[in-house]
């Protein structure tokens, strides 16, 4: 059995999706904090925070692999830093030491661009390199990162990770952070033909289509495990874009869209992440590529949500 926890995130709700498609509705359990509509295989309520409730679950349904997606994201953390380090640590703990006492047999973290900070390069960011993070989210991943390799090196644990650009999908809606403009933009296109941005103009960001983003979440956990010799987490690159170039391609779509720019605490930390990413290594070790660039996730986005 398959355990995704976090299944009504972003990536969650999409991830159980193609897994079931995948493996069978049936071999797929998705969990989360509160309960989900339209589940067309086995889901359970679990707040990630209790342990013990978790380990009984891995137990009753003998999962074998564990997607932990539980996260705080960047901007919600902010407001609450101290619950985001709690849940963004002690879940992974708890997944970590199941996967070390041998309960489970393989483990996906997704770790973010949020571990870089203002001293690391921002142009095409190097897989090894400064990680400074300003933000509680950011801390609280690049800690993981350094735990999954921990226990990687001195434990055995099969840990495998992302770091994960911005995400764009029609499938769910924003959920509170700093890339979350190039998916809120298209759901205001479509709307009323305006948008008003978080960041200002000329804010560059390492972006990634969900279809990309979920394939290269399955294509790293199904590659031989000789092929993983990253283990705190691999850099994922995606399409580097500003605003008002997402807002140009829309306006291929919608001629008549205009886009405004009101930049609130957000452009603070968007400031502090790369501009764009070297992914080389992903490419190298398990053969990633990208397949959408900013043309292709527009016109399907806007396909999709209209």
Not at 78 to 86: A, I, L, R, Y
Not at 144 to 152: D, T, V
Request: proline content about 5%; aromatic content about 10%.
């Amino acid at each position: 059995m398959i355990l995704v926890l976090g299944a009504g995130g972003q990536v969650g709700s999409e991830l159980v999706e193609k897994l079931r498609a995948k493996h069978g509705r049936n071999k797929v359990l998705a969990t989360d904090v509160r309960e989900l509509e339209n589940q067309n295989g086995p889901f359970e309520v679990l707040n990630a925070l209790d342990k013990e409730k978790l380990h009984d679950i891995v137990e009753r349904y003998k999962v074998e692999e564990v997607y932990h997606l539980v996260a705080l994201l960047s901007a919600t953390a902010e407001k609450n830093p101290e619950f985001g380090w709690k849940l963004n640590m002690e879940t992974l703990f708890t997944v970590l030491d199941l996967a070390k006492d041998k309960k489970i047999k393989k483990v996906f973290w997704p770790s973010s661009i949020a571990v870089f900070g203002p001293n690391t390069p921002r142009q095409n960011t190097p897989q090894q390199t400064i990680t400074d993070p300003t933000t509680v989210y950011g801390i609280s991943k690049l800690a993981g990162e350094r735990w999954c390799e921990y226990y990687a090196k001195n434990y055995g644990v099969d840990v495998r990770s992302i770091r994960y650009p911005g995400l764009i999908g029609y499938k769910s809606l924003p959920g509170g952070g700093t890339t979350d403009y190039a998916v809120d933009i298209y759901h205001k296109a479509l709307e009323n033909g305006t948008y008003e941005c978080f960041l200002q103009k000329g804010t560059y960001l390492p972006m990634m289509y969900m279809e990309d983003a979920i394939r290269a979440t399955i294509e790293l956990m199904e590659t031989s495990e000789e092929n993983v010799k990253i283990r705190s987490s691999y850099n994922l690159g995606g399409i580097s874009f500003a605003p008002e170039e997402v807002a140009r391609e829309i306006k291929n779509h919608i001629p008549q869209f205009e886009i405004s720019y009101a930049p609130d605490f957000r452009q603070k930390i968007a400031e502090s992440w790369p501009a764009s990413i070297d992914d080389s290594a992903a490419f190298e070790d398990w053969g990633w590529k990208l397949e959408y660039d900013m043309a292709k996730m527009t016109e399907d986005m806007l396909k999709n949500l209209g």
